[in-house]
């Protein structure tokens, strides 16, 4: 999947898996509908053939249905736009400064 994202555009999509995955984890278990978008910006690839990626995310979606012609998951999806208020730009810009100061290495 990255390898296809990165001679692509980039982006991928992330949805976290429902409670009770365990059972087929291997196999495509039930996800929440609600994900988001993200561009791979940082690529790491390991010797074993994975990778290390970092994402900036990009957008909600909603998981409409899945193409499931993939060893990997494909799904066709809406954007879920979030509108920010102009009172809470500030709070946003605040809360992410600290995010990143936290994510720095020391």
Known sequence: MVS????GDRIIG???LR???????????PIYAVGCAGVITHTER???GRFNIVLRGLEKFK?????????????????LPEEI???ERETLRSQRARL???LVAP
Do not use: I, N, Q
């Open 4 to 7: 296809d994202a990165l001679e």
């Open 14 to 16: 992330m949805s976290l």
């Open 63 to 79: 998981v409409l249905d899945e193409d499931h012609t993939r060893s990997y998951r494909v799904a066709h999806v809406d954007g």
């Open 46 to 48: 390991l010797a074993d």
């Open 85 to 87: 208020r102009p009172e």
């Open 19 to 29: 409670p009770g995955y365990e059972s087929s984890y291997e196999g495509r278990p």
């Open 100 to 102: 990143e100061t936290l």
